[in-house]
T-cell receptor, first 110, second 109 residues
Framework: DAGITQSPRYKITETGRQVTLMCHQT?????MFWYRQDLGHGLRLIYY???????DKGEVPDGYVVSRSKTENFPLTLESATRSQTSVYFC?????????FGPGTRLTVT | GQQLNQSPQSMFIQEGEDVSMNCTSS?????WLWYKQDPGEGPVLLIA?????ELTSNGRLTAQFGITRKDSFLNISASIPSDVGIYFC?????????FGTGTSLTVIP
């Protein structure tokens, strides 16, 4: 299907575990983004990528790692999950300034 | 980080009423975007604004790029139950996007 997808949609993990959230887009957009959404904070940028093999930090990058070996994929890895990383994570893509969001991944760290 | 002040935080209105919400900042933005988010879903782009003073409509939705470039407004006319959701503004400074904290809209039939 065309568009932007995220997997898994829901994930429960334990403190200290590594977890990877996947994002895939079929539009061949150059830019991809990872946000987290928490009550009272709105959407905060974690990392973004302007093209394959080019990534940069956003507002809240600590504890996260990204890679972009292919234009269509932009996985987000929590190397050692902490309870403060419990959140809803959204991936987005854009070619110009209009960002299109995926359905989100709800992550709970116990 | 950059602050986008979005107001009101929540609104409860009767079906058929018009709705107004706004987003303000102390900084200048080059682009304003308005999104709607339904529960359990990602934000969906409603309107994009690229020039100061620009007024753009999308069906019953109308958004304006403030002439000072520090604010933007979204109006919804003749609200219907499916307008329920959270509306976000987003501003682009030329380097980075910033998002407002959202306006939660409830439409009472």
């Amino acid at each position: 299907d065309a568009g932007i997808t995220q997997s898994p949609r829901y994930k429960i993990t334990e403190t200290g575990r590594q977890v990877t959230l996947m994002c895939h887009q079929t539009w061949s957009h150059s830019y991809m983004f990872w946000y987290r959404q928490d009550l009272g904070h709105g959407l905060r940028l974690i990392y973004y990528s302007a093209a394959a093999d080019i990534t940069d930090k956003g507002e809240v990058p600590d504890g996260y790692v990204v890679s972009r070996s292919k234009t269509e994929n932009f996985p987000l890895t929590l190397e050692s999950a902490t309870r403060s990383q419990t959140s809803v994570y959204f991936c987005a893509s854009s070619e110009m300034l209009e960002q299109y969001f995926g359905p989100g991944t709800r992550l709970t760290v116990t | 980080g950059q602050q986008l002040n979005q107001s009101p935080q929540s609104m409860f209105i009767q079906e058929g009423e018009d709705v107004s919400m706004n987003c303000t900042s102390s900084s200048i933005f080059n682009t304003w975007l308005w999104y709607k988010q339904d529960p359990g879903e990602g934000p969906v782009l409603l309107i994009a604004l690229y020039k100061a003073g620009e007024l753009t409509s999308n069906g019953r939705l109308t958004a304006q790029f403030g002439i000072t470039r520090k604010d933007s407004f979204l109006n919804i006319s003749a609200s219907i139950p499916s307008d329920v959701g959270i509306y976000f503004c987003a501003g682009f400074t030329g380097n980075q996007f910033y998002f407002g904290t959202g306006t939660s809209l409830t439409v009472i039939p």
